[in-house]
């Protein structure tokens, strides 16, 4: 059974950082792709940061030099570093998975392993 338990969120101001983690068990597969996603009430899921089983990573133009996907394997664990934090990034952040190869979709209905969810709230 695949779980993904998400962690680091909290409440920090406009400028700061945040590291979010998600450890992954029972997901034990060579091809796949990793992502974060986040939802606001009233607006649809979107796509932060993806990164596929060769470390290939991609950015969502709204993050892109701010926020930075990475994974360490030995730990099952993905992360995602984020600075220089505005108050449009507030959002529910999800993880998510799915086993495929090759470049990573940002369309979250392509995903099919979920976490619960962890909250970032930045003010201003």
């Not at 068990?25 to 979107?46: D, I, L, N, Q």
């Not at 290939?56 to 992360?79: C, E, P």
Request: glycine fraction near 12%.
């Amino acid at each position: 059974q695949v779980q993904l338990v998400e962690s680091g969120g909290g409440s920090v101001q406009s400028g700061g950082s945040l590291r979010l983690s998600c450890v992954a068990s029972g997901f034990a597969y060579r091809s796949y792709c990793m992502g974060w996603f986040r939802h606001t009430p009233g607006k649809e899921r979107e796509w932060v940061a993806v990164i596929n089983s060769d470390g290939i990573t991609r950015h969502a133009d709204s993050v892109k030099g701010r926020f930075t996907i990475s994974q360490d394997n030995a730990k099952n664990t993905l992360y995602l570093q984020m600075n220089s934090l505005k108050p449009e990034d507030t959002a529910m952040y999800y993880c998510a998975a799915v086993t495929r190869w090759g470049l990573c979709p940002g369309d979250p209905a392509e995903y099919n392993y979920w976490g619960q969810g962890t909250q970032v709230t930045v003010s201003s």
